[in-house]
């Protein structure tokens, strides 16, 4: 009777061991979600911008900017604070995906543009006016990753032809202006850059998915 009660208690005290380490570091479990599409939420990206004036007069606090991802048409939002500003975080996307902004979320919106926003990207449209439904903006700058699939740079000016995520393709257009860093080493000029670098690329975000990059960085 002892031999079969130390066995017991020997087994319980092992499962009590296998828990411990399963809970405390030994061995990390984890669970898939429907909201991860295989990249760990790493295509999540940041719209943001200040709405400083809406035409005819309207405040620019509280109003309910929404856009939508091209793929799945899920709508992701924000309301705009005293100041105008707002800020939209989500795995959305598009080329271009639709935005819109409401007054009141029940009627009509009140305008409506599209927005290029890559995979992952975090885009800032700067200050926008609203003037009866049109929606205007100066500079829209965007920061994103993507990997170099061509290089047709000449020295330190030219064009990258790179890839996000989702297969999308964006041309980057560089100047001597460019930052080029590696390293924290900016002595870098765009011919040096190779087919498959990983890189962060800042600039200004033009038509037909073209950036102006201010900065690249080799990751």
């Known amino acids: 009777m002892k031999a079969k009660q130390m066995t017991s208690l020997l087994s319980l005290v092992l499962l009590a061991l296998t828990i411990s380490l399963l809970t405390t570091g030994g061995c990390d479990i984890k669970f898939s979600s429907d909201n991860d599409n295989g990249n760990g939420g790493n295509n999540d990206a940041v719209l943001q911008g200040t709405i400083t004036e809406i035409t005819p007069d309207t405040d620019i606090e509280g109003i309910t ?3 939508e991802d091209e793929d799945s048409g899920n709508l992701f939002s924000d309301i705009t604070d005293a100041d105008g500003f707002f800020r939209i975080e989500g795995n959305f996307s598009g080329s271009p995906a639709r935005l819109r902004f409401f007054d009141e979320t029940s ?16 885009v800032d449209m700067g200050d ?15 920061i994103f990753e993507a990997d170099i699939v061509e290089n047709n740079c000449s020295g330190d000016s030219g064009t990258l032809e790179v890839k996000v995520d989702n297969d999308t393709e964006v041309i980057v257009q560089v100047s001597s202006a460019t930052e080029i860093i590696l390293n924290n080493d900016d002595d870098l000029i765009c011919e040096d850059l190779s087919v498959d670098d990983k890189i962060e690329i800042d600039g200004e975000l033009m038509l037909n998915n073209i950036v102006d990059a201010e900065r690249i960085e080799v990751l």
């Open 65 to 67: 900017v929404e856009v």
């Open 107 to 122: 009627g009509p919106p009140i305008a409506s543009t599209n927005i290029t926003v890559f995979p992952g990207a975090e």
């Open 128 to 142: 926008i006016t609203i003037t009866n439904g049109i929606v205007a903006t100066d500079v829209i700058n965007v």
